[in-house]
């Protein structure tokens, strides 16, 4: 994940300003844990570490849900940032200005090319809901491209990322980052799904969402939305260089550039899917600027 150092990050900067945040998000590096098991390790009282635990949620640095634990239910906390480069130069903003060999776009989310979609499912735009719930058909409704949230149990959309290569140009790097979660009846936040990213046909790697949700309101969601519904994704980084496929710089394949051979004139054809046989089948919700946590679509940049 990337971002610019500037006032509508502060939530997310703030959480690094508290040494106790900071201190939680070490423990959590390791492996989830209870919030009672912090508060004890810290010396601090549930409540305190509860709010802590807020400022980090909202910011999408981790994410909670409640879980069985030695007195009823707990809840758990779970890291989701894994990757954070913050961007102070005002030129790092723009990938075209620091390589002049790329290109950088936005994708909304509703601007998907093809789909295959099974209930519960839906899209939504910032006014209001697009057609009926869990109706696939729907997902060919003119008033699709309005859409900044949609969501399938199973199956995939893909996206065209336009291909301004010219001459002999050949892409060196594909760098694709979006707001995603599960996809769940309501929402659950322990509600895993394997959601797969490919590119042409070619799988680059499978990502193990851990939950959708919904009990903390996304911020940029509209006030008609309701709060049983699914609130925010994880924002995610997928990358796919001359070395490998990666999420979040953590390697998912070989699938390299190189194999996938993008020069102009090519698709570039990106799919987001999940699969009903996959170990974890728990669908896929997509956020975009006027949804979620974060104000941006898919952004997409490629480097040639």
Same mark, same amino acid.
């Given at each position: 994940?990337?971002i610019?150092?500037?006032?509508?990050?502060?939530?997310?900067?703030?959480?690094?300003?508290s040494?106790?945040?900071?201190?939680?998000?070490?423990?959590?590096?390791d492996?989830?844990?209870?919030?009672?098991?912090?508060?004890?390790?810290?010396?601090?009282?549930?409540?305190?570490?509860t709010?802590?635990m807020?400022?980090?949620e909202?910011?999408g640095?981790?994410?909670?849900?409640?879980a069985?634990?030695?007195?009823?239910?707990?809840?758990?906390?779970t890291?989701?940032?894994?990757?954070?480069?913050?961007?102070?130069?005002?030129d790092?903003?723009?990938?075209?200005?620091r390589?002049p060999?790329?290109?950088?776009?936005?994708?909304?989310?509703?601007?998907?090319s093809?789909y295959q979609?099974?209930?519960t499912? $839906?899209?939504?735009?910032?006014?209001?809901l697009?057609?009926?719930?869990?109706?696939?058909r729907y997902?060919?409704?003119?008033?699709?491209?309005e859409?900044h949230?949609?969501?399938?149990?199973?199956?995939y959309v893909e996206?065209?990322?336009?291909?301004?290569?010219?001459?002999?140009?050949?892409?060196?790097?594909?760098?694709v980052?979006?707001?995603? $979660?599960s996809e769940?009846?309501?929402y659950?936040?322990?509600?895993?799904?394997?959601?797969?990213?490919?590119?042409?046909?070619?799988?680059?790697?499978?990502?193990?969402?851990?939950?959708?949700? $919904?009990?903390?309101?996304?911020?940029?969601?509209?006030e008609?939305? $309701?709060?049983?519904?699914?609130?925010?994704?994880?924002?995610?980084?997928l990358?796919?260089?001359?070395?490998?496929?990666?999420?979040?710089?953590v390697?998912?394949?070989?699938i390299?550039?190189?194999?996938?051979?993008?020069?102009?004139g090519?698709?570039?054809?990106?799919?987001i899917?999940?699969?009903e046989?996959?170990?974890y089948p728990?669908?896929?919700s997509?956020?975009?600027?006027?949804?979620?946590?974060?104000?941006?679509?898919?952004?997409?940049t490629?480097?040639?």
């Amino acid at each position: 994940m990337e971002i610019e150092v500037g006032t509508r990050h502060m939530p997310l900067l703030e959480c690094l300003s508290s040494e106790t945040r900071v201190r939680i998000i070490e423990m959590l590096r390791d492996k989830p844990m209870y919030v009672k098991e912090i508060a004890d390790e810290l010396s601090l009282s549930s409540a305190i570490v509860t709010k802590h635990m807020q400022k980090l949620e909202q910011a999408g640095i981790v994410s909670t849900h409640m879980a069985a634990g030695t007195r009823g239910k707990q809840k758990i906390c779970t890291l989701s940032l894994e990757r954070l480069v913050l961007l102070f130069q005002a030129d790092a903003r723009k990938p075209e200005a620091r390589d002049p060999s790329s290109y950088a776009v936005s994708i909304p989310i509703g601007h998907y090319s093809a789909y295959q979609v099974k209930p519960t499912c $839906g899209l939504a735009s910032p006014r209001k809901l697009i057609g009926l719930l869990d109706d696939p058909r729907y997902f060919d409704a003119p008033e699709r491209v309005e859409a900044h949230h949609l969501w399938f149990a199973s199956g995939y959309v893909e996206y065209r990322v336009p291909n301004y290569l010219v001459g002999d140009a050949r892409a060196r790097e594909l760098r694709v980052t979006l707001e995603i $979660g599960s996809e769940a009846p309501g929402y659950r936040e322990d509600w895993p799904s394997d959601i797969a990213f490919s590119v042409n046909g070619v799988e680059l790697g499978v990502w193990t969402c851990p939950g959708d949700f $919904g009990s903390q309101r996304g911020r940029l969601n509209p006030e008609w939305w $309701g709060s049983s519904n699914s609130q925010h994704g994880v924002l995610k980084t997928l990358l796919v260089n001359e070395e490998g496929s990666y999420i979040d710089g953590v390697r998912m394949s070989d699938i390299t550039m190189g194999t996938l051979g993008l020069t102009a004139g090519s698709d570039i054809r990106l799919r987001i899917a999940s699969a009903e046989d996959a170990r974890y089948p728990g669908g896929v919700s997509l956020f975009g600027s006027r949804f979620g946590n974060y104000a941006h679509d898919i952004e997409a940049t490629v480097a040639y």
